[in-house]
């Protein structure tokens, strides 16, 4: 089976995904834009029980765009935000695909948000 590590800018905080995830999908949220820095978001989204957590971590909690509540992990020594936990579907742990920094990671399958999409900021889809 495929394990994969995604981690923090300064390495502390890993995360070990096991298997495919579930979904992967790009997000034009203004939330993501502010999260990430850049113009959108990519997450993939696990299983739990496919999610290994290590290291320390610090908590921020915000309403989604749906009304429920997003609760982000991030590292406290350099900030990159590398899982969070979407209350609307408690079964998957969302993990940034930027922090797996691997060009292999599979390709979002879908793109929500897209009236937020910075008009220069096309994406090619994967299958
Ligand atoms: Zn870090
Ligand atoms: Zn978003």
């Known amino acids: 089976m495929t394990t994969r590590e995604a981690r923090c800018s300064c390495g502390q905080l890993r995360v070990t995904c096991e298997g495919e995830p579930a979904i992967v999908a790009l ?13 959108y978001g990519v997450a993939a989204f696990f299983p739990r029980k496919a999610v290994v957590v290590s290291g320390a971590y610090v908590d921020y909690e915000r309403p989604a765009d749906s009304g429920s509540r997003v609760l982000h992990h991030f590292c406290p020594a350099c900030g990159s935000t590398v899982l969070w936990e979407p ?4 079964e998957l742990m969302a993990v940034a695909v930027g922090a797996f920094a691997d060009p292999a990671f599979p390709a979002p399958q879908k793109v929500v948000f897209e009236q937020h999409r910075h008009p220069w900021a096309a994406v090619a889809l994967g299958g």
């Open 87 to 90: 209350s609307r579907r408690p």
């Open 27 to 39: 997000c034009h949220c203004r939330e993501c834009q502010r999260r990430t820095g850049s113009t």
